[in-house]
């Protein structure tokens, strides 16, 4: 549940990230407010580590893997709360929502797609330092 995302900096592929929001689950309810350092590697990896706020460090690093045409999304990662966490609860809870906002971010890119997909075709061209172009079509 997040309500507020915002990038606060960013420096060649490192942007400093702002995020806002509230977890509730049931009886449990849990507000955040963090700011990250994301590391952008083309094409293939993003990772990400807690600059400041509600955990005593939080690391993670996602990777775009093609396996036989298919794209797939893998993240790896570790939080570690500033409070105590229930043992059988917290985790689960930490699991699935974070699978829950991968969700979201899966159908928000393939919203994106079949919008794309119907609008006109585009080309966009890129150059480099040395002036070497990089033609992208949609």
Do not use: C
């Not at 996602?62 to 794209?71: I, P």
């Amino acid at each position: 549940n997040l309500q507020t995302s915002g990038i606060e900096r960013r420096t060649d592929n490192v942007l400093t990230v702002r995020q806002t929001g509230k977890v509730s689950r049931g009886l449990f309810s849990f507000a955040f407010d963090n700011v990250r350092e994301i590391e952008l590697i083309p094409p293939t990896e993003i990772r990400s580590r807690l600059v400041s706020g509600d955990f005593k460090a939080s690391v993670f690093t996602t990777r775009l893997v093609e396996v036989d045409g298919v794209v797939h999304v893998m993240n790896s990662g570790r939080n570690t709360p500033n409070l105590w966490v229930p043992p059988l609860l917290g985790p689960a809870l930490i699991e699935g929502e974070t699978r829950r906002q991968y969700a979201e971010i899966r159908a928000e890119i393939l919203r994106r797609a079949a919008s794309a997909a119907t609008s006109e075709p585009t080309e966009r061209i890129a150059s480099d330092d040395h002036g070497n172009e990089t033609r992208f079509h949609r």
